[in-house]
């Protein structure tokens, strides 16, 4: 494996002047009932209020504006079902790209039709028959396209950070920052920027129970992988294990994990919905459940980073039902 | 009757020095996917996202904040089943004055307890033997304490108007403001700030077809009530007519009214939650309804305020149904 080079503070930089005027400035919600309930001052950056709906569009605008130009022409490729196609769909069309999403055959068709009403050229591919590496590969062989991973790139973690970095600028210095974290690639990004700008500042990943890959990889200071997709309604974080960039950035910048369970996104999401009147998806909603269970277990100046708001009504309809009514399984996001 | 004086955008002016620093400043939320659909720039400022969830709470301290000293120690009344009662109960709260709420015995428990959570005493009367009006009076009587109305008083429409002055400082002119319209207090003060601070701005008013009264008063030039309460979603707008106040306002300042249905209403409401992740009432969602059904007929560069976001989770679900498959009777708001 070739030595990888690590992005630093300076990269998160870079990418704020790139996204400048393409990428909302997304605002800051507070709520003293949340701050009430938790004994913290909190501070809720919105990145479900972001362009296509969650804060992927920094990283892969970022990492497409990157490009050279002889690169530009001949067009991305991703593979991915879920905000990383939309978010590579609309960046290259806003950089006049071509993009060709890698999707299974039986991904949601709302999701099918997001990515291709970006103008993006949709690829189907049949899980059980092939796996989407090796189908994007092959489009990278026969076009020369580039390939733009979901997390474990060095433009994308450095975009992904220009959200927190807004936040600590508007707000000023942190105590704690609560981050989402499936590939890790938020959290990396977050975590440089929470350290240049808010030096002391506690950063920490959250993941779902389910999928604990980069707990257990803090907490043993080696990578480790889950044997099966997770089974959690935070269908963002159903990541497998750290990349070989997310695992060093992880092990040096991140200062600890902390697991949350899917009964404890239920009750955050609903507590956003009817108190803070924000709309955010299970996967979004990892850091505001473990400060609302009090898993994340700290206090005074907490920012959380909203990861994204993509959900649909089915499972918009199962979190808002009463707790007691609600059937034990959920709709499949 | 007594001349009543009517306010101006000096009124205005001073609500936002009151309000400086204890009602939130709102975001303007964006979405161009709502733009390419409606064929202008909509700009939606986020009342949902103020304090207790809607504009009322702007109205409710201005007002309380304008009291003397002596009128303070008294406290203040107000009879309410919604929004406003839990801004009168903040408010005092936050300006230390004893706060009296008047509510129908048969309010939902969740908005009963709402506002005793936020301090107040709250009378509960037998709505098939008494008139709430007549309660409060009794109350004023006994106490010393103000009557705080709704809407059809001039502090309380200066404060509502402190939302469009905010939008159209931050955004620049408009070509046309939608305000949603109950009793007009949100109407009036939103013209009164939009004429002054953009010129030339067309402020048009949105109220339910079932609760036209504002829109018959509008184009008969005199004032119209209902004969009874109105049969929509929109129970914010349940209002029967024009008050002493907001009716002069009304055919002075405001350029047009148009009415939306209940379905306009939960079309805008859903597109909100999936598409632009905001929670909205569905009396909040009369402007946006108006604009995405093309009644409201408007171009260019266009405000709307969001004017709340307090609903309940059965009402959400039954909105968040298919069509087709959702019961033709909804849910009590």
Request: no cysteine; net charge neutral.
């Given at each position: 494996m070739t030595e990888s080079i690590l992005p630093t503070f300076a990269d998160v930089e870079r990418a704020r002047e790139r996204l400048r005027g393409h990428a909302h400035h997304t605002p800051v919600v507070t709520s003293r009932t949340l701050d009430g309930l938790v004994g913290a001052q909190v501070f809720l950056k919105c990145e479900?209020?972001?362009?296509?709906?969650?804060?992927k569009f920094r990283g892969a605008y970022n990492a497409l504006s990157a490009l050279p130009d002889a690169a530009r022409v001949k067009g991305v490729v991703a593979y991915s079902s879920g905000n990383h196609a939309q978010a590579v769909a609309l960046s290259a069309r806003l950089l006049g790209m071509p993009a060709t999403i890698v999707m299974p055959a039986n991904a949601p068709k709302a999701k099918l039709d997001a990515t291709e009403g970006y103008g993006a050229r949709v690829v189907r591919y049949d899980p059980a028959e092939d796996k989407r590496e090796e189908v994007a590969q092959q489009i990278v062989t026969e076009t020369g396209a580039t390939l733009i991973p979901p997390f474990d790139h060095a433009d994308v973690i450095a975009g992904q950070g220009t959200a927190a970095a807004e936040l600590i600028e508007e707000?000023?210095?942190?105590d704690a920052l609560l981050v989402c974290c499936g590939g890790g690639g938020l959290l990396a990004g977050s975590a440089l920027a929470a350290h240049a700008m808010s030096p002391g500042c506690t950063v920490i990943g959250v993941e779902p129970e389910l999928g604990d890959d980069m707990t257990r990889t803090f907490l043993t200071k080696a990578a480790q992988r889950l044997t099966s997709v997770p089974d959690t309604?935070?269908?963002?974080?159903?990541?497998?294990g750290p990349g070989v960039l997310t695992l060093p950035l992880l092990l040096q910048h991140v200062d600890g994990m902390v697991t949350v369970s899917d009964a404890d996104l239920v009750h955050a999401v609903r507590f956003a919905m009817l108190r803070m009147k924000l709309v955010i998806e299970p996967s979004g909603a990892l850091g505001l459940a473990a400060m609302m269970s009090g898993k994340a277990g700290v206090r005074g100046r907490v920012g959380i980073i909203v990861?994204?708001?993509?959900?649909?009504a089915a499972m918009l309809r199962w979190i808002l039902m009463e707790d007691g009514e609600r059937p034990s399984v959920p709709p499949e996001p």
């Open positions: 479900n209020l972001q362009r296509m709906g969650a804060f707000v000023g210095p942190l309604i935070a269908d963002g974080a159903r990541t497998m990861s994204g708001g993509n959900v649909d």
